[in-house]
């Protein structure tokens, strides 16, 4: 199995560089299904609130010690620190809206297989230097985007809205992912560090929602203990593993890994029996990971080939 690997040199020291990534994804494919659990019970805007409070909440006790120099070193790149804001909003306020209109797979489908073209996208000086790579991507895109309705079994508006919002998730995703590599290379930060910094409009903007709503906030301890959880396994975990995989292997890399997700989803929801498929549909989903796969060789085969000209 490792032979072929190597012959791209990706040996089995080259895939341990990536644990990382690939425990991230094992672990955001679980926490998805728990985060669309709890946006059947709890509001979105509350939701989000609460669960990335607490991510932030936790990451800030980490870095109590030295918080006074990572707030100075973050002011020193104003722009890009509101820029990771924003996006992280944008991300994170509409995967949970997202999620209620359709499935955790259908939004991973969307937001896992275009993520690399929206990476892409937002380095399109790289274009005449990379047509194939972008080509690639756009049909992967293009491909998560017709899977996605196709196994959704919601009406044709609430697919049209899971959809865009999934989409628009994606793209400030990729945008944070891009901001967030020039904050560490400036910074020095650790991506610990960083995440103690990142939610800061969430809270504003969702705190202030869910705080001028009436009864908003009383939960029940199933609600506490459900958004709790996603907390620490949808955002603690599973965002300091992706920051390090950031640091580690730059943006674009990280990128390639996450399309793994939807399949293992699908494998988790069908395990847990919260969702059946159909032959087609397992198909369907199966192909497009195979697709996406093929994707991330022919992406490493090209570099191999470059280091080697």
């Given at each position: ?28 494919s ?6 669309a ?14 669960t ?36 992280t ?27 690399p ?30 899977i ?29 992912m ?27 903007i ?48 990280t ?11 699908m ?16 198909l ?26």
């Amino acid at each position: 199995m490792f032979q072929h690997f190597e012959k791209y040199n990706l040996s089995k020291h080259a895939l341990f560089k990536y644990k990382e990534i690939i425990i991230f994804c094992i672990i955001s494919s679980v926490s998805s299904i728990l985060m669309a659990e709890a946006v059947k019970t709890v509001n979105p805007i509350t939701s989000t609130f609460i669960t990335f409070s607490l991510t932030a909440l936790i990451f800030i006790l980490l870095n109590i010690n030295n918080f006074r120099p990572i707030i100075v070193a973050s002011f020193q790149q104003r722009l890009t620190l509101l820029q990771i804001n924003l996006t992280t909003l944008a991300n994170t306020l509409l995967a949970f809206v997202g999620m209620t209109y359709v499935s955790p797979l259908v939004y991973g489908i969307i937001f896992f297989g275009c993520l690399p073209f929206f990476n892409n996208a937002l380095q399109w000086r790289l274009f005449a230097n990379n047509k194939s790579s972008y080509t690639f991507n756009l049909v992967s895109c293009l491909s998560a985007i017709f899977i996605a309705g196709y196994i959704s079994d919601q009406t044709m508006i609430a697919n049209t809205q899971g959809i865009s919002y999934a989409l628009i998730s994606c793209f400030s995703a990729a945008l944070y992912m891009l901001r967030s590599e020039y904050f560490h290379r400036k910074t020095g930060l650790t991506p610990s560090q960083i995440l103690s910094v990142r939610f800061y409009l969430v809270i504003l903007i969702c705190g202030g929602y869910a705080l001028l709503q009436p009864n908003t906030l009383i939960l029940n301890s199933n609600e506490w203990l459900m958004l709790s959880g996603a907390a620490i396994t949808g955002s603690v975990i599973p965002l300091f593993l992706m920051q390090v995989a950031i640091k580690k292997l730059g943006a674009a890399v990280t990128a390639q890994f996450m399309p793994s997700i939807p399949v293992l989803c699908m494998t988790f929801l069908t395990a847990l029996g919260i969702a059946q498929f159909s032959g087609l549909e397992i198909l369907a989903i199966v192909s497009f990971s195979m697709l996406l796969i093929a994707q991330i060789r022919y992406k490493v085969h090209k570099r191999h080939v470059a280091a080697n000209a």
